[in-house]
């Protein structure tokens, strides 16, 4: 099985930075593709940015220009730089692994999931 732990949360202020790592163990050959999802009270989990089977990133309007996803080759470490930080982004952030995800920013594509690390923006 595989098993995801994110690290790097924390409160900042607004236009401040922040980022994001998430380490894969366990069995990670068929888990194509890899995504960040946030969720704040009372909302929806939403995908903030993804990157599918074949390498390419895609990342939600409300993000884009501000956060960056990226991942290391051997596809065991996830990672979200975040800058221009507002506090409309502060929710739990999760990361995610899916075998293919067609939407690398639909939640119902993934399959692994880890517990989540917090991120508060004042």
């Known amino acids: 099985d595989v098993q995801l732990v994110e690290s790097g949360g924390g409160s900042v202020q607004a236009g401040g930075s922040l980022r994001l790592s998430c380490v894969a163990s366990?069995?990670?050959?068929?888990?194509?593709?890899m995504g960040w999802f946030r969720q704040a009270p009372g909302k929806a989990r939403e995908g903030v940015a993804g990157i599918g089977t074949n390498g390419v990133a895609a990342a939600a309007d409300s993000v884009k220009g501000r956060f960056t996803i990226s991942r290391d080759s051997a596809k065991t470490t996830l990672f979200l730089e975040m800058n221009s930080l507002k506090p409309d982004d502060t929710a739990m952030y999760y990361c995610?692994?899916?075998?293919?995800?067609?939407?690398?920013?639909?939640?119902?594509?993934?399959?692994?999931w880890g517990q989540g690390t917090q991120v508060t923006v004042s």
């Open positions: 995610a692994t899916g075998v293919y995800c067609a939407n690398v920013l639909s939640p119902s594509e993934y399959d692994t």
């Open positions: 366990g069995y990670t050959y068929d888990k194509g593709c």
